[in-house]
């Protein structure tokens, strides 16, 4: 009779509870989520489940792991990514018998002297510890890896850009046409962080003072040197007019143009035109020379070659292969076809060294 009567009891409780639980309504609502606009920069290959993909920032915070055996490592400045996107599967099909499993490449502002001289590159959680066999740069960030003995042969010209764009939101609402309208007041400019990203920014900057410079025809009152304090010494009295990302700047100056303060960036072409076929409903791009689809750039424009440089190590043969075939690859007519249908150019062969 006692377990009878716990049973009786126990059913009633859970009758009672499955009664709450029925009662419970539906939820028909939407939450608001809770995060800043970004731009949803599409992810090389996709959305693939499960990941930790965090939209708030470039870290990986929930990935814990130390990466130390590579088949190889490419060091490069990030501006060309779209491009490298597009050879990397013909490189990875050089290896049909036995596959390059282990192997990454960084698209971020020039890191390869410190990620060679420390065997570390982090990102959030994310510790990497290969050493690069090939790195991609400047000739400046060359010259600093030869005088370090880091180099092995000479450097291979790689690629040049095209010069640079004005990005502006859609519609172009402050009517921004030239390097001048910058200079006007309510004109915000955005540029990369001058400490953290001193090549891109100087690049950048120096366009706009030398177009300025060489323009026969600057407006009534106006010359470089007046724009050049307008923008960047406190001439507009805006302690806003000029702004800068916290980092990279192929993602920093597009999303504070779309969500931040900015009014418009300068940008190498290439990028201004991955940015702008990204995201049509967002960016509007206005030509410093030229048109958006033939550019001609502008006298003064800043223009620069990339190059290619083996890098010293204790190379077993398989990373050896993985090296040479990369840079086979990346010196290969094909990637010339990727580089022109990405905005960007060959070298002029005299720009061999």
């Known amino acids: 009779m006692k377990c009878l009567g716990l049973f009786v009891i126990l059913a009633f409780i859970l009758m009672v509870n499955l009664r709450v639980w029925a009662e419970m309504p539906p939820i028909t609502g939407k939450p608001v989520i809770d995060a800043p606009l970004l731009l949803a920069w599409p992810a090389d290959r996709g959305v693939l489940v499960p990941n930790l993909n965090d939209p708030t920032a470039n870290t990986l915070n929930d990935f814990h792991a130390q990466i130390s055996s590579c088949d190889l490592v490419f060091s490069t400045e990030g501006n060309y990514h779209p491009a490298l996107k597009d050879i990397w599967p013909v490189f990875l099909a050089k290896f049909k018998d036995q596959p390059l499993l282990n192997w990454f490449y960084t698209t971020s502002p020039p890191v390869s002297v410190a990620q060679i001289e420390n065997q570390m590159l982090q990102i959030g959680n994310l510790y990497a510890t290969c050493r690069p066999a090939v790195v991609a740069a400047t000739l400046k960030v060359i010259a600093r890896l030869e005088q370090a003995g880091h180099t ?74 007046k724009l050049f304090n307008l923008l960047f010494n406190g001439g507009s009295g805006d302690p806003e007019k000029w702004l800068a990302g916290p980092r990279i700047h192929h993602r920093d100056l597009p999303w504070s143009v779309a969500y931040g303060r900015a009014d418009a ?89």
């Open 152 to 225: 092995e042969g000479p450097a291979l010209p790689l690629l040049r850009d095209r010069g640079q764009v004005l990005l502006v939101k859609k519609g172009n609402p402050k009517k921004i046409r030239s390097v001048w309208d910058l200079g006007r007041k309510g004109v915000r400019l955005v540029t990369p962080n001058p400490k953290l990203e001193p090549g891109a920014f100087e690049n950048y900057t120096g366009t706009i003072y030398h177009i300025a410079a060489q323009d026969p025809h600057p407006p009534k009152g106006m010359s470089a040197a």
């Open 265 to 353: 960036a300068v940008i190498f072409y290439h990028l201004g035109l991955y940015t702008q076929q990204t995201f049509p409903d967002q960016f509007t791009l206005v030509p410093l020379g030229g048109t958006v689809a033939h550019p001609q750039p502008l006298p003064g424009t800043i223009s620069i070659t990339r190059y290619l440089v083996r890098i010293k190590g204790n190379w077993t043969p398989r990373q050896l292969e993985a090296r040479e075939k990369l840079i086979e690859t990346l010196l290969s007519a094909e990637f010339t076809k990727v580089l022109e249908n990405r905005g960007l150019l060959r070298p002029p062969a005299a720009e061999a060294r």
